[in-house]
Nanobody, 126 residues
Framework: QVQLVESGGGSVQPGESLTLSCGTS?????????LAWFRQAPGKEHDMVGC???????IYVDHARGRFTISRDVSKNKNDLQLNDLKIEDSGVYYC???????????????????WGQGAQVTVSS
């Protein structure tokens, strides 16, 4: 089983920013596959916030678009989620997840993704 490794997260006030990173020390090449970011709020299901096709283009759900940015560094085998202008409702555990194909969709469900990070806690409070 390939496991992704996440870093980042933390506690911030509304309006502040965080960057989450996703990578792996194995030979698995993240850029070969679609890479999604999910958020799980307490007692809620995993909801996609955005994803990147293996081409490098990214798409976002409405509440993330304009505030969140997915980027990658292929040479470092790393994918980042930049969270800007954070709101209290953005709080939750953020997971990166890799698919086995090149494309992703905003309606994708977690069981369509095979390789997962351990999650990064993001807490936004005033």
């Amino acid at each position: 089983q390939v496991q992704l490794v996440e870093s980042g997260g933390g506690s911030v006030q509304p309006g502040e920013s965080l960057t989450l990173s996703c990578g792996t020390s194995s030979g698995f090449r993240l850029a070969n596959y679609a890479l999604a970011w999910f958020r799980q709020a307490p007692g809620k299901e995993h909801d996609m916030v955005g994803c990147m096709h293996n081409s490098g283009s990214a798409i976002y759900v409405d509440h993330a678009r304009g505030r969140f940015t997915i980027s990658r560094d292929v040479s470092k085998n790393k994918n980042d989620l930049q969270l800007n202008d954070l709101k209290i409702e953005d709080s939750g555990v953020y997971y990166c997840a890799a698919a086995l194909g090149p494309r992703c969709y905003l309606h994708d469900k977690p069981d369509q993704y095979y390789y997962w990070g351990q999650g990064a806690q993001v807490t936004v409070s005033s």
